[in-house]
């Protein structure tokens, strides 16, 4: 297998299920995901972002028999809501793979025959509980009490009995090996708290794993084998676990099984995010599918937690799922996705709130960067014909604010590796804040009727701290980032993080300023 090469960065979002339409949870992971990969182009690798739909299962086929349509039809046109939603997001993806095509059905195929001549599958009858909802089997020791003397899985989903012949895979010989995995990769499952979850359940057992389903017909066939024989008499159409069959597709998009496609190069993934429900999918069936087929694992595996919306959970009983698309028409894009990776730590669970939401945008969007943006230009518009100025000597005043500014590019390098998106904000926020204490206390427009040359100056450095300030925020909000930089004069094909070793030249002539974030007012309704 080829490694990629040191400027290569693979990054993935989960592939989203498609048994019903997007909702701020998946808008959420896919800007996240979107933000790592144009802070890695920025920061000048090569970049392999993936995103898509999980489109096989019982709960598809269920979905589509419910809305009465067949289930093909079905995936297709929730799947272009997730596209469509991946869009209107901004999110700048590679490519969008759906598990329904033919070059992740082979790609399936593949690894399956790899696991069979490992001789890690195995004919037999499962028998236990599994919930649709979850696509997952779950230990009776996992179960908790429902209504009416139910069991429900740990997620809360409806558990049902089932037996039926099934193909297995031998997760129980991996325990000690995943173990010794975790061991010598610390950071493979972060945040922490996920990490001592998938040890604490590992460490307790594991069992074979179901890979194969009989009871329905919406997923991909298991390959016949002449090593195998034939399939179970009576019931041929072995359908492969949905799990098996979602996980290959990060290898799917990469070439597999060929690897002399032009994106293996990029296997092993450098990354995959997802929610915390689907960490023991990611974390344990799969380095486990791939140790076990003679291909190297991902590098790390990073959960995030999920949305409480005004501190109720999301629920369409309740009402209360909030649609992306409409809060970005009411709000703009960028102010939502600033707003999502500002307000709690990645990883931790927050909650979804209007009142919190304007203030973000009021605060620190229009009030603090903003306002700093419109009354530096301005008064460059008044006082120097709107032409930037040279750069002059610097004061000790100046040298602060500017190496604060200066490292920046190193503070938000280390934060996004570690996935600390509210982190690298703030850091970026500290210097907006003491920009606007510079201007506050330099007071250019006084120093208009003393001293024009240090009135040059002093607007010079504020330029080039914005300068700063809007090429590490490109990643979190591009849109108004491309507008801000417009407006300092940085030409389209020099806002990269090294063009910020080359001062902008004197004497270029700027554009009218103009606000980029507005207030927001409510209005009565």
Same mark, same amino acid.
């Given at each position: 297998?080829?490694?990629?090469?040191? #400027?290569?960065?693979?990054?993935?979002?989960?592939?989203?299920?498609?048994?019903?339409?997007?909702?701020?949870?998946?808008?959420?992971? #896919?800007?996240?995901?979107?933000?790592?990969?144009?802070?890695?182009?920025?920061?000048?690798?090569?970049?392999?972002?993936?995103?898509?739909?999980?489109?096989?299962?019982?709960?598809?086929?269920?979905?589509?028999?419910?809305?009465?349509?067949?289930?093909?039809?079905?995936?297709?046109?929730?799947?272009?809501?997730?596209?469509?939603?991946?869009?209107?997001?901004?999110?700048?993806?590679?490519?969008?793979?759906?598990?329904?095509?033919?070059?992740?059905?082979?790609?399936?195929?593949?690894?399956?025959?790899?696991?069979?001549?490992?001789?890690?599958?195995?004919?037999?009858?499962?028998?236990?509980?599994?919930?649709?909802?979850?696509?997952?089997?779950?230990?009776?020791?996992?179960?908790?009490? !429902?209504?009416?003397?139910?069991?429900?899985?740990?997620?809360?989903?409806?558990?049902?009995?089932?037996?039926?012949?099934?193909?297995?895979?031998?997760?129980?010989?991996?325990?000690?090996?995943?173990?010794?995995?975790?061991?010598?990769?610390?950071?493979?499952?972060?945040?922490?708290?996920?990490?001592?979850?998938?040890?604490?359940?590992?460490?307790?057992?594991?069992?074979?794993?179901?890979?194969?389903?009989?009871?329905?017909?919406?997923?991909?066939?298991?390959?016949?084998?002449?090593?195998?024989?034939?399939?179970?008499?009576?019931?041929?159409?072995?359908?492969?676990?949905?799990?098996?069959?979602?996980?290959?597709?990060?290898?799917?998009?990469?070439?597999?099984?060929?690897?002399?496609?032009?994106?293996?190069?990029?296997?092993?993934?450098?990354?995959?995010?997802?929610?915390?429900?689907?960490?023991?999918?990611?974390?344990?069936?799969?380095?486990?599918?791939?140790?076990?087929?003679?291909?190297?694992?991902?590098?790390?595996?990073?959960?995030?937690?999920?949305?409480?919306?005004?501190?109720?959970?999301? #629920?369409?009983?309740?009402?209360?799922?909030?649609?992306?698309?409409?809060?970005?028409?009411?709000?703009?894009?960028?102010?939502?996705?600033?707003?999502?990776?500002?307000?709690?730590?990645?990883?931790?669970? !927050?909650?979804?709130?209007?009142?919190?939401?304007?203030?973000?945008?009021?605060?620190?969007?229009?009030?603090?960067? !903003?306002?700093?943006?419109?009354?530096?230009?301005?008064?460059?518009?008044?006082?120097?014909? !709107?032409?930037?100025?040279?750069?002059?000597?610097?004061?000790?005043?100046?040298?602060?604010?500017?190496?604060?500014?200066?490292?920046?590019?190193?503070?938000?390098?280390?934060?996004?590796?570690?996935?600390?998106?509210?982190?690298?904000?703030?850091?970026?926020?500290?210097?907006?804040?003491?920009?606007?204490?510079?201007?506050?206390?330099?007071?250019?427009?006084?120093?208009?009727?003393?001293?024009?040359?240090?009135?040059?100056?002093?607007?010079?450095?504020?330029?080039?701290?914005?300068?700063?300030?809007?090429?590490?925020?490109?990643?979190?909000?591009?849109?108004?980032?491309?507008?801000?930089?417009?407006?300092?004069?940085?030409?389209?094909?020099?806002?990269?993080?090294?063009?910020?070793?080359?001062?902008?030249?004197?004497?270029?002539?700027?554009?009218?300023?103009?606000?980029?974030?507005?207030?927001?007012?409510?209005?009565?309704?």
């Amino acid at each position: 297998m080829t490694e990629p090469t040191k #400027s290569s960065f693979y990054l993935t979002t989960p592939i989203y299920y498609v048994n019903g339409e997007p909702h701020i949870g998946h808008a959420y992971t #896919s800007i996240a995901a979107d933000v790592l990969a144009r802070w890695q182009r920025l920061d000048g690798k090569d970049v392999f972002f993936l995103t898509g739909t999980d489109e096989h299962g019982q709960k598809v086929e269920k979905a589509a028999l419910d809305a009465g349509i067949a289930p093909q039809a079905f995936a297709d046109t929730v799947s272009k809501s997730f596209r469509d939603m991946a869009d209107a997001m901004g999110v700048s993806y590679d490519d969008f793979i759906r598990t329904t095509e033919p070059r992740h059905k082979e790609a399936c195929a593949a690894l399956w025959r790899r696991l069979e001549a490992a001789g890690q599958i195995y004919l037999g009858a499962y028998e236990g509980w599994y919930a649709i909802r979850d696509e997952a089997f779950y230990g009776e020791d996992e179960l908790i009490a !429902g209504p009416n003397g139910s069991k429900l899985a740990p997620s809360g989903a409806t558990v049902e009995w089932v037996r039926e012949p099934s193909y297995f895979f031998r997760l129980s010989e991996w325990q000690d090996r995943l173990l010794a995995f975790y061991e010598a990769h610390p950071d493979f499952i972060a945040p922490q708290a996920r990490r001592n979850e998938v040890l604490s359940f590992v460490r307790g057992g594991l069992n074979d794993l179901s890979i194969s389903r009989t009871t329905f017909r919406w997923g991909v066939k298991v390959p016949r084998s002449d090593d195998m024989g034939d399939q179970v008499p009576g019931d041929p159409a072995h359908i492969m676990y949905v799990w098996l069959d979602a996980l290959t597709n990060y290898l799917s998009a990469c070439g597999f099984p060929d690897e002399t496609a032009e994106r293996w190069h990029y296997w092993p993934a450098n990354l995959h995010l997802v929610g915390k429900e689907i960490v023991r999918f990611h974390a344990i069936y799969w380095p486990a599918f791939l140790m076990a087929a003679g291909i190297a694992p991902p590098k790390r595996v990073y959960s995030h937690g999920w949305w409480t919306v005004e501190g109720e959970k999301m #629920s369409k009983s309740v009402g209360n799922v909030v649609d992306p698309n409409a809060l970005v028409a009411e709000f703009g894009l960028d102010p939502v996705r600033f707003f999502l990776l500002r307000e709690v730590p990645f990883g931790n669970d !927050g909650d979804f709130s209007r009142r919190a939401l304007i203030s973000r945008m009021n605060v620190e969007l229009a009030n603090d960067l !903003g306002n700093l943006a419109q009354r530096s230009l301005s008064l460059i518009a008044r006082n120097c014909d !709107g032409v930037l100025p040279a750069q002059g000597a610097h004061t000790e005043d100046d040298t602060i604010i500017l190496s604060a500014a200066a490292a920046l590019p190193g503070l938000l390098r280390a934060a996004i590796t570690r996935c600390a998106f509210h982190e690298a904000l703030e850091e970026v926020w500290k210097v907006i804040r003491a920009a606007n204490g510079y201007i506050d206390r330099q007071a250019p427009w006084a120093l208009k009727k003393t001293d024009l040359a240090r009135m040059a100056d002093v607007l010079r450095v504020l330029v080039d701290v914005q300068r700063a300030v809007a090429t590490v925020l490109q990643p979190f909000m591009p849109g108004s980032m491309d507008r801000m930089l417009t407006q300092l004069g940085v030409p389209a094909q020099g806002r990269g993080l090294d063009d910020l070793a080359t001062p902008l030249p004197a004497g270029t002539q700027l554009p009218a300023p103009a606000g980029i974030f507005p207030r927001h007012i409510e209005t009565a309704p």
